[in-house]
Structure formats: structure tokens, C-alpha cells
């Protein structure tokens, strides 16, 4: 698997979201959406209708990471919006099943995403119904927050449990995603890669795409 990069429009300027979108287009392969609901997580972004705002005005696809209290009642409606990939947190969802496979009815990618401190052992029975598992490297919730270097055994288990499983999951790492982490990650086994401070915070927002694109293909084992 290529390696891919989605930025982050978390650290994007919100008031600008169509121009931030166009600063990667035909660079970074996702535009990565954190939709935050004030109580899964202490902090609150954006909902459905930016998202399908968002949608009219960019090309690439958009990768929805839903940090809500209630990803059963709302993921199927960012997969209708147009949203290409949609991902619920395991320790929201009251029914996950049902609703990773009503995102994939809808016609979009079903991702499923672990916080820290969630065993990947616990999901590996979920493989068959996803798309991508998503590892979070930090406490969802804030961009710009250090690395947590002590998720990259989890994320090396998930990598060998995806293989194991063979099918075509992909392993999306968020949070602390930069030039100085992304070739462990890569090492570790991610071949998504989600940057927000690295990439919006940066002068050139498609350059250090590029930059991170080179690292991560770099410290990719040979045997992708
Ligand atoms: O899900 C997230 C936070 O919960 C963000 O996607 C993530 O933190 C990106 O920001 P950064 O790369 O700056 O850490």
C-alpha cells in the first residue's frame, strides 16, 4: 500500500476552510475532518453542514474522524454527505457493527478508531467490517499535542493483526504526526498518515506534505 497522507484542517484557519483545502489539493491524498461534540471529547469543532460545505469546494477526498458522543446516530449521514471515508471511535460507538456497515452502504470507507489507552486486541473480530483502523498517538480532543511514543507497540500489534487478517484495512496513525515521528509510525506499520500542526502550521502547507510523504516512504519496510 502507497503510503498516504491527510492532513489535518484542525489546525487549519476555520474562517478560510475552502482556501485551506485548496493549499494541499493535488498534493495530500485525504483532507482529514475532526468533527468534535463538546462531550466525547473537552472541545468542539465543526458538524454535518461544514462538512457538506466543505465538500462542494474541494476535490480531494474528505476523511471524516468523528469524536461524538453518538457516532451510531450521525456517522451514516457524513457517508450520504459525499464524505469518501468516515471513522467512529470504539469507545463511542453502542453499536458498531451496524453502523460501520451503514457507512459502507452509503457508500463511503468504514474506519474505526482506537484512543490510547484501547487494547487493538479487542477489535481484531471488527476487521472484516472495516476499511481502515485508525490509532491515535494522542488524547483526541486538541491538535498540536506531543507524541505519545508509547502507542507504537499497539500500533506495530494492530499492523501484524491487519496482516494476519489479509484483507485490504488500511492503518491510519493521528496526533503528533511530524517529520520527527512519521518514520517510526511508518516503521511501526501506518501507511495513512494524519498531520495537522505539521502541515497547517508549516509556511507551505503542500511542501511539508511532500516533505512527510519522502519520510514515511523512506522508513517503509520493503514488504508494502
Ligand atoms: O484527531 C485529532 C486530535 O484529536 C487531530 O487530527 C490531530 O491531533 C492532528 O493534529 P496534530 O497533527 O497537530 O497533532
Known sequence: MAVQIS???????FARLADE??????????????????HFVPNLTLGLPVVESLLKTTATPVDCHL?????????????????ASVTIHAEAAKAAVRTLRAI????????L?????TAVEGYEDLLPEIDMM???TVEPGFGGQRFLDIVLP??????????KHGGEVWLQVDGGVSAETIERCAEAGADVFVAGNAVYGADDPARAVQELRALAERATPPRW
Open 7 to 13: 492532513p489535518s484542517i484542525l489546525s487549519a484557519d
Open 21 to 38: 483545502a485548496a493549499r494541499v489539493e493535488n498534493v495530500a491524498d485525504w483532507l482529514h475532518v475532526d468533527v468534535m461534540d463538546y
Open 134 to 136: 485508525l490509532v491515535m
Open 113 to 117: 478508531a482506537l484512543n490510547p489507552a
Open 154 to 163: 499497539k500500533l506495530a500489534r494492530a499492523r501484524a493483526l491487519i496482516d
Open 104 to 111: 459502507r452502504a452509503a457508500g463511503a470507507r468504514a474506519g
Open 67 to 83: 469524536m461524538i458522543h453518538d457516532p451510531d446516530r450521525w456517522a451514516p449521514d457524513y457517508a450520504e454527505a459525499g464524505a
